[in-house]
């Protein structure tokens, strides 16, 4: 029986000098060019770390956790590739070394190596392309962009390394490597340094890898001289000397690295045809709205990990997403849920038309979500609650109408006499943390005539989760005699799914994670819609 031959092209996306030079951001925004071309492009994150996934990680330590349609618990890159591309990944787009080396080791225990001493080469280095052309397979795609997480000389890095030099000699020119480095400026001498990219490629060609490309992040133009000295310094050609210079938007990468023929430089070194300028007409229209919003409108974000950015990535750029769809820019208040538990914390939400109370987990910092959400209950505020955000609203909204006293969750409190939230039945008998919440895609009925309904235009949908307490159904009949609706539902397991408040303007709390499915082409309908209601709520005020 014959195969067809893969004709899929990898492309690796490295790191050196330092950290955070947005290796997720170039690989979202190279994919996005080669898609405008016409091509077929998939992302995939490779992160070194031990851990199976991060579900079980600090969002201090990495940021929020993105979770794919099939459940998996992944890096928050993985985030940026599904808003710039709009195609879900999933599972199969997430590697870490742990799961490689859990992987391994299960093959060892079957027996599968037949009594071999099972080690890095040819093991785990095999195990790694294995993830790597996993994507590949039935050439499904004509590019598999793969961002190896970390810096180039890490330690932890070191066999992904030698996993591309490897693949470099076995797929030829199906093969390209992208190194990011840094080109800093010293303001004290007033020039350029180029070193750290030089020792960055000295330290990959130790380990057998020539990068193809140069991607060089700056924050000052780079200039004929320095590009010819970075190619001749660093084996490339000067045309494979690609500026990055900081921006104000990651929006705008794509279109920055359009004018540097990164793409061009890709399909040239794969010997692909450019078949057609990149069609970038609808991000460009994006764009434009983004940079010239007609209006302004404050939104407070209040949760307790607002100084790291990162722990609500997808919460931020959900908001950016809808403020461009409504041609008005969101003003972001990050408002620390502990400060608003002080006896004058509430003073922080006077100058804001939108309330959004987001996910988390544990006690600290739940008795200001609670504030926050009475706060705009009984101002008219719009207000948006997602998963623990719904959870809160729900005991607010139990102690504050229902005046059930000491209504709270299980999570927080296991012997409250009104479990408002309780953790679910399925969950009862779990003891393991990892990757063993309510994950992934479920189906939701929206119930019809409902505030969502109208929002969504359809009568059932589908939304990420990411939980291990639900709302307890004890309660509803209590919460729709006095108002508080169940406007949405899983079909199978009568689970609430959304709550919704009918005499407010704009009450709405979701137990799913609708940031995780709103992108630029697609931002998703529940945020466009707060942010509409924010801007009324605005408008009502002069």
């Known amino acids: 029986m014959s195969t067809v031959e893969s004709s899929t092209k990898y492309i690796f996306v490295t790191g050196g000098v330092t950290?955070?030079?947005?290796?997720?951001?170039?690989?979202?925004?190279?994919?996005?060019?080669?898609?405008?071309?016409?091509?077929?492009?998939?992302?995939q994150k490779l992160d070194?770390?031990?851990?199976?996934?991060?579900?079980?990680?600090?969002?201090?330590?990495?940021?929020?956790?993105?979770?794919?349609?099939?459940?998996?618990?992944?890096?928050?890159?993985?985030?940026?590739?599904?808003?710039?591309?709009?195609?879900?990944?999933?599972?199969?787009?997430?590697?870490?070394?742990?799961?490689?080396?859990?992987?391994?080791?299960?093959?060892?225990?079957r027996g599968d190596y037949l009594g071999e001493t099972v080690q890095v080469i040819p093991h785990i280095t095999d195990e790694i392309k294995h993830c790597i052309k996993l994507l590949g397979e039935g050439n499904k795609y004509d590019f598999v962009i793969t961002e190896i997480g970390g810096t180039v000389g890490d330690i932890e890095s070191l066999p992904y390394v030698e996993a591309i030099r490897q693949l470099r000699w076995e797929l030829g020119n199906r093969c390209v490597v992208i190194h990011l480095t840094l080109v800093?400026?010293?303001?004290?001498?007033?020039?350029?340094?180029?070193?750290p990219t030089q020792h960055s490629v000295k330290t990959m060609q130790e380990y057998g890898v020539q990068p193809d490309i140069l991607v060089c992040?700056?924050?000052?133009?780079?200039?004929?001289?320095?590009?010819?000295?970075?190619?001749?310094?660093?084996?490339?050609?000067?045309?494979?000397?690609?500026?990055?210079?900081?921006?104000?938007?990651?929006?705008?990468?794509?279109?920055?690295?359009?004018?540097?023929?990164?793409?061009?430089q890709v399909l040239k070194?794969?010997?692909?045809?450019?078949?057609?300028?990149?069609?970038?007409?609808?991000?460009?229209?994006?764009?434009?709205?983004?940079?010239?919003?007609?209006?302004?409108?404050?939104i407070a974000l209040v949760g307790k990990y607002v100084e790291l950015m990162d722990a609500y990535k997808s919460i931020i750029e959900s908001l950016i997403h809808a403020g461009t769809s409504n041609e008005c820019k969101v003003d972001l208040k990050m408002v620390h849920s502990e400060h608003l538990e002080k006896p004058d914390g509430l003073q922080l939400l006077d100058d804001v038309s939108g309330v959004l109370v987001a996910p988390g987990f544990g006690e600290r910092g739940i008795e200001g979500k609670i504030k926050a959400i009475e706060y705009a209950r009984t101002n008219?505020?719009?207000?948006?609650?997602?998963?623990?955000?719904?959870?809160?609203?729900?005991?607010?909204?139990?102690?504050?109408?229902?005046?059930?006293?000491?209504?709270?969750?299980?999570?927080?409190?296991?012997?409250?006499?009104?479990?408002?939230?309780?953790?679910?039945?399925?969950?009862?008998?779990?003891?393991?943390?990892g990757g063993t919440m309510r994950l992934g895609a479920y189906k939701c009925e929206l119930e019809e005539g409902s505030k969502v309904a109208a929002i969504y235009h359809t009568p059932e949908i589908s939304e990420r989760h990411r939980h291990r307490y639900e709302f307890n159904t004890h309660y509803l009949k209590a919460f729709e005699e006095n108002d508080m609706k169940a406007?949405?539902?899983?079909?199978?397991?009568?689970?609430?799914?959304?709550?919704?408040?009918?005499?407010?303007?704009?009450?709405?709390?979701?137990?799913?994670h609708p940031e995780y499915k709103s992108t630029v082409a697609e931002p998703h309908p529940l945020f466009v819609n707060f942010v509409k209601a924010a801007m009324e709520f605005n408008a009502s005020k002069k």
Not at 488 to 508: A, C, Q, R, Y
């Open 19 to 43: 950290s955070s030079l947005g290796k997720g951001i170039i690989s979202a925004s190279l994919a996005k060019l080669l898609q405008a071309r016409g091509y077929t492009a998939t992302i």
């Open 48 to 109: 070194p770390y031990i851990n199976i996934d991060p579900g079980t990680l600090n969002p201090y330590e990495h940021g929020e956790c993105y979770v794919t349609e099939d459940g998996a618990e992944t890096d928050l890159d993985l985030g940026h590739y599904e808003r710039f591309l709009n195609v879900p990944t999933s599972q199969a787009n997430n590697v870490t070394t742990g799961r490689i080396y859990q992987s391994v080791i299960e093959k060892e225990r």
């Open 184 to 195: 800093p400026y010293l303001a004290a001498a007033k020039e350029l340094k180029t070193k």
């Open 217 to 264: 992040r700056t924050e000052r133009h780079l200039n004929e001289g320095i590009r010819s000295k970075i190619a001749l310094f660093c084996n490339v050609s000067k045309e494979a000397v690609i500026e990055s210079i900081d921006t104000d938007s990651i929006y705008k990468v794509p279109l920055l690295m359009k004018e540097e023929k990164l793409d061009l």
């Open 269 to 298: 070194k794969t010997k692909m045809s450019p078949n057609c300028m990149p069609d970038l007409h609808k991000w460009e229209l994006f764009l434009n709205r983004l940079q010239n919003p007609k209006s302004t409108v404050k």
């Open 380 to 433: 008219n505020i719009p207000f948006f609650g997602i998963c623990l955000g719904m959870q809160c609203a729900s005991i607010e909204f139990a102690r504050n109408v229902l005046k059930l006293n000491d209504a709270h969750s299980t999570e927080v409190m296991p012997d409250s006499p009104h479990p408002i939230i309780d953790i679910m039945e399925e969950q009862k008998k779990i003891d393991l943390k």
């Open 487 to 512: 406007s949405g539902k899983n079909p199978d397991t009568g689970l609430v799914e959304i709550i919704e408040l009918e005499s407010h303007p704009w009450f709405v709390g979701v137990q799913f």
